[in-house]
C-alpha cells in the first residue's frame, strides 16, 4: 500500500466534525448526485471493465455507499448482485480511509473473512478498493478489484486505482453538470411556458378591452329609414387595437335623416377619445345647422378647442337625406378632408357607372383653424347607390404591390350587376379579401340604396344591420334582418 495521500482542506474540516455529522454530510453529497437507484450507464460500465483487465482480477466493481447498503452502479464478472448490505463490508470500510484499501489475503483480515462476498461462493481472497472522493472531501463510494486467489499489487498499481476513482468522480460530475442542465433548460422552457400562457392571457384581456371599447365607438345598429337600404362592416386592421374609423346613420326628425363616416388620425386611446368626440359633436351640431358643412365647421373648432386631442386630426364624410318628391332622396354631402364617395347607377346600356361625389375644397378637420369644407347636392334616385368608405379600401395592396386606389375601387364597381347596399358591401369585402395583405389599415364601409319597387307595408320601414367589434364586423344588408 502506499503511504497517506495529500489532504484537502475539505477533508480536514469534515475530520473535526464528530463521526454522525460527517456521515450525513456525506449522504447529504450522495443523494446531490442523484445517483442511487439510476439505470447502467456506459462510463462507470466501461470503468469497471478497465479496472478488470488492467489488474488481470475476474471480478471489479463502481459501488456508491448508501446509508445502509453498498449499491453496485457498475459490475464486471459478478452477474445478478445490485446490491449488498453495509455491515460488515469491504466498501464500507474504504470509504473511512483516505487512501486506497488493500487486503491481499482476506481470510487473514479481521473484517473482510466474514464478508459474504468471502465467505459465500465467490470465495474472495484478494480486495483492494480506492475511495471516491468529491472537491469538498465526500466519499461517496469505491472503486473495487476482487480476485479469488490472494495476492499483493505495488504502489502503482494503488495509484491507478485511485486515478479510477478519480476518473468515476468525473462521470459524475458530468453527468451532475448534464442534470442540472437539464434541469435549467426545463425550468426554462416551463418558464417560458408560463410566459407565454401570460401572454396570451394578456392578450385576450387587450383584444377584450379593446373590443369592447371598440363597440362603444360605433352604433350598435343602423336605424331604419323608410325607403332607404342600409349596410356597413367594421374592421380593425389589429384586433389589440382600437381602430380610428367611425360611422353612424340618425335622425334628425321631420323625415330628414344624417350619416356620417370618416377617420381619426391614429389607434389607440387616443385616437378612441378624439372618435367619441367627433362622433357626438357631429350628431350635436347636425341637430342645430341644415347645412353640412356648418356641422364640420363645429367639429373642426370643437378638436381645436379641446386641449386633449393635442394635435389629432381627421377626415370626414357628413350628409344629409331627405324624401325627394319624384322619389328616392335628396342627398347633401359635405367633405373634410376624405376620399369621395361613389355614386353608383345603371347606364343607359344596363352597364353601371360610377361617380366620384368629392365637392372642391374640403380640407382636414381639426388640422386648422380656419378650415374650409365644401358641400355637394345630388339626387339619390331609386336604383341608386352611395359607398361611403375609409382609406383601408384604397391602401389595400394588389398582386403586383401597388394601392387599389380611388381608380381601383371605382374600376371594380363598374363591374357589378347588383344596386343593393347589402350586395355592395358583400361584393367591397369579399374584393379586400381577395387581394394579397387584405385592408391596407382600420375598414370602414357604408352603403346607402333606393330600391327599384315601390315601398309596399312591409318594406316601408327597412331594417339595419348590426355592426360587430373587431376583428372582423358583420355585414349585414336590410332585408337579412327581417
Not at 46 to 56: N, S
Not at 57 to 66: C, E, G, L, N, R
Not at 331 to 336: C, L
Request: hydrophobic share 40%.
Amino acid at each position: 500500500m502506499t503511504g497517506a495521500p495529500e489532504t484537502s482542506p475539505g477533508e480536514l474540516r469534515l475530520r473535526r466534525k464528530p463521526p454522525a455529522e460527517v456521515e450525513a454530510a456525506r449522504m447529504d453529497a450522495v443523494r446531490r448526485y442523484n445517483i442511487l437507484d439510476t439505470p447502467p450507464d456506459g462510463a462507470f460500465d466501461r470503468v469497471a471493465a478497465m479496472a478488470a483487465r488492467l489488474f488481470d482480477v475476474p471480478v471489479a466493481s463502481v459501488t456508491i455507499v448508501d446509508a445502509d447498503r453498498i449499491w453496485f452502479k457498475a459490475v464486471h464478472g459478478l452477474e445478478g448482485v445490485a446490491q449488498i448490505g453495509r455491515d460488515p463490508g469491504l466498501c464500507g470500510s474504504a470509504i473511512l480511509r483516505d487512501d486506497a484499501l488493500v487486503i491481499p489475503d482476506t481470510l487473514t483480515d479481521p473484517t473482510a473473512r466474514t464478508n459474504p462476498l468471502v465467505t459465500g461462493p465467490l470465495g474472495v481472497r484478494f480486495y483492494a478498493a480506492a475511495p471516491i472522493i468529491t472537491a469538498d472531501g465526500h466519499r461517496l463510494g469505491t472503486v473495487n478489484i476482487l480476485d479469488t486467489e490472494p495476492r499483493l499489487i505495488t504502489e502503482a498499481d494503488t495509484e491507478t486505482l485511485a486515478d479510477l476513482a478519480a476518473v468515476v468522480l468525473d462521470a459524475m460530475e458530468l453527468r451532475l453538470s448534464g442534470l442540472r442542465l437539464l434541469r435549467e433548460e426545463q425550468q426554462r422552457r416551463k418558464a417560458e411556458e408560463a410566459a407565454r400562457a401570460r401572454a396570451e392571457q394578456d392578450t385576450e384581456a387587450i383584444t377584450a378591452f379593446a373590443t369592447t371599447l371598440q363597440r362603444t365607438l360605433l352604433p350598435p345598429a343602423l336605424p331604419p329609414v323608410p325607403g332607404l337600404e342600409l349596410a356597413c362592416h367594421y374592421q380593425t386592421d389589429s384586433p389589440r387595437d382600437v381602430g380610428g374609423d367611425f360611422y353612424d346613420v340618425f335622425s334628425l326628425g321631420g323625415q330628414r335623416w344624417a350619416f356620417f363616416l370618416g377617420d381619426v388620425c391614429g389607434k389607440g386611446a387616443e385616437a378612441a377619445a378624439v372618435t367619441s368626440l367627433t362622433r357626438y359633436t357631429l350628431r350635436a351640431a347636425a341637430q342645430h345647422h341644415d347645412d353640412p358643412t356648418e356641422v364640420l365647421n363645429a367639429l373642426n373648432s370643437a378638436l381645436l378647442l379641446d386641449p386633449s386631442m393635442g394635435s389629432r386630426y381627421c377626415t370626414c364624410v357628413f350628409g344629409t337625406l331627405r324624401p325627394a318628391p319624384s322619389g328616392g332622396f335628396t342627398v347633401t354631402v359635405a367633405m373634410g378632408g376624405h376620399p369621395p364617395a361613389f355614386h353608383i347607377q345603371h347606364g343607359d346600356d344596363g352597364a353601371m357607372v360610377v361617380a366620384g361625389v368629392r365637392p372642391t375644397g374640403g380640407m382636414l378637420v381639426g388640422a386648422l383653424e380656419n378650415a374650409r369644407f365644401a358641400s355637394r347636392t345630388f339626387h339619390l334616385a331609386p336604383g341608386h347607390s352611395l359607398l361611403l368608405y375609409t382609406d383601408g379600401l384604397t391602401e389595400a395592396r394588389l398582386p403586383d404591390g401597388t394601392m387599389l386606389g380611388e381608380e381601383g375601387v371605382a374600376a371594380f364597381l363598374t363591374t357589378r350587376t347588383a344596386s343593393d347596399a347589402g350586395r355592395l358591401i358583400e361584393d367591397t369585402i369579399a374584393l379586400v379579401a381577395g387581394l394579397p395583405t387584405g385592408p391596407g389599415d382600420d375598414l370602414a364601409l357604408l352603403a346607402l340604396s333606393v330600391p327599384l319597387a315601390p315601398a309596399t307595408e312591409q318594406t316601408a320601414a327597412l331594417s339595419t344591420a348590426r355592426t360587430l367589434a373587431p376583428p372582423i364586423a358583420g355585414t349585414v344588408s336590410a332585408d337579412q334582418e327581417h
